[in-house]
């Protein structure tokens, strides 16, 4: 090839190169759809819907079936987190105000819509939503951190231990005890990481309440290939407890017995019975045995957190399908909406409208009936936040005497209930 022919053939390359990288015009700044954020934005929507409940007795309640949460509590949070989430004005374009921030990200936990959906109700971008709703998140649980602490004294187990003996009849339980597979979306380059047995992509969550369906520990983010056995004996918690770090109250004997009693959290068959963790007997026992009385006095106590984590999938509907976000994401919403749980159990203002009659289930002591709770009615067809599997495991010699003398007592003049023989 002779050097005019090179120089041609360079030019060509050179002109078809300049050609395909050349950058198209830009057609719009902002796309058509969310160009309208000056009319019709989160804030205004904020705004509407504190005027319905304000002007409108038919429609008042709007705010809080929006959010999860009542006005007064949402300017509550608004006002711990802003210093957290503001961001400046450029000189390209404004800020998203904070309001708006945390109303999807509350919106996002509520309903589980995917980030184009709330793209169209608030006028944000999906590729700013997927950035500020694991922000807002961090954020919620940093600000209410206060609301999930685990014990840390004597006297703060025995408050809880009080509660399960006068509420539930359950003597030294200082915690109810469940898990659940959080389901996700296939997570990127993960391979068989986080498939589990039951055979979809989940991180692991578990948690313990006390007597009054509050959270007072979890763990989230374990793999879902690992066992549930795995996940618990992997956990810090179970650490802390076995090396006597927790400090829990000494052991005592029951009401009207010699043995001194370990106070136990009460778990069911997906975790191994021990020292400090008591499940019910396993197999099927004759009416009226002592063995289905021990069992149904212990399910007393674990119903709390079972009713706990239906209450959670109830209100924050990101649980009802698998989370289509990365795993780490997944961990940070968990949290948050586990913070949220406990703040607006004990608010005054929203508690009422969170914690409606008729949420938990309820058991007539004369009949002994159960009425189960609403919350029941949206679990029907749930997969995507299932329970844990049991665990097979030989109980020491220990933890069985230990099950034997709950049993002796239960079954006791001065430790049985009188409606028992009707439930158990």
């Known amino acids: 090839m002779s050097s005019e022919e090179d120089v041609v053939c360079a030019l060509a390359l050179l002109y078809a190169y300049k050609n395909h990288t050349k950058a198209r015009k830009k057609k719009w700044w902002v796309r058509p759809s969310l160009q309208s954020r000056k009319v019709a934005n989160g804030s205004k929507l904020l705004n509407e819907l504190r005027e319905d409940d304000e002007l409108n007795f038919e429609l008042r309640g709007s705010f809080h079936n929006f959010l999860r949460m009542s006005s007064s509590d949402f300017e509550n949070i608004l006002c711990k987190i802003e210093p957290i989430i503001k961001k400046s004005d450029t000189f390209m374009r404004q800020a998203i105000p904070v309001q708006e921030r945390l109303a999807v990200t509350l919106r996002f936990l509520a309903t589980g819509d995917s980030y184009m959906s709330l793209s169209y109700l608030f006028k944000i971008s999906k590729q700013s939503i997927s950035e500020i709703i694991p922000e807002v998140c961090i954020a919620i649980i940093d600000v209410l951190k206060e609301f999930i602490k685990r014990p840390n004294t004597v006297e703060e187990w025995l ?12 003597p030294n339980c200082i915690g109810s005890w469940d898990g659940k597979h ?3 979306q296939s997570p990127m380059s993960s391979g068989t990481e986080y498939y589990n047995y039951k055979g ?3 991180i692991v969550l578990m948690a313990a309440s006390d007597s009054n369906y509050n959270v007072i520990w979890a763990n989230v983010g374990s793999q879902g290939r690992i066992s549930d056995g795995g996940v618990f004996d992997n956990m810090k918690f179970k650490h ?3 090396s006597g770090q927790l400090k829990l109250p000494d052991s005592r004997p029951l009401r009207g017995r010699s043995t001194p009693i370990p106070y136990v959290f009460i778990a069911d068959d997906a975790f191994p019975i021990s020292h400090n963790i008591m499940k019910p007997y396993s197999g099927h026992h004759e009416k009226g045995s002592k ?3 021990c069992n149904y006095r212990f399910s007393r106590g674990r119903r709390v957190v079972e009713n706990l984590f239906g209450i959670l999938a109830s209100v924050f509907r990101i649980f009802r399908k698998p ?7 997944a961990e940070i919403i968990t949290l948050a909406c586990l913070h949220l749980h406990n703040y607006l159990r004990k608010s005054p203002s929203s508690q009422q409208s969170y914690w409606q009659p008729g949420t938990v289930d309820y058991e007539n002591v004369d009949t002994g009936e159960i009425t189960r709770g609403t919350w029941r009615n949206d679990q029907v067809g749930l997969n995507s936040f299932m ?3 049991r665990v097979g495991r030989r109980q020491t010699i220990e933890a069985h005497k230990i099950r034997e003398e709950f049993k002796e007592y239960f079954n006791s003049i001065e430790g049985r209930v009188p409606w028992q023989d009707l439930c158990a």
Request: aromatic share 12%; proline share 3%; charged share 25%.
């Open 159 to 170: 408050d809880i231990a009080n509660g399960f003996e006068t509420r539930w009849n359950v």
């Open 182 to 184: 959080i389901a996700l």
């Open 200 to 202: 979809f992509f989940s």
């Open 240 to 242: 802390l407890m076995t």
């Open 291 to 293: 063995e289905r009385i």
């Open 323 to 329: 989370m289509l976000v990365e795993p780490n994401k």
């Open 387 to 389: 329970g844990l599997d």
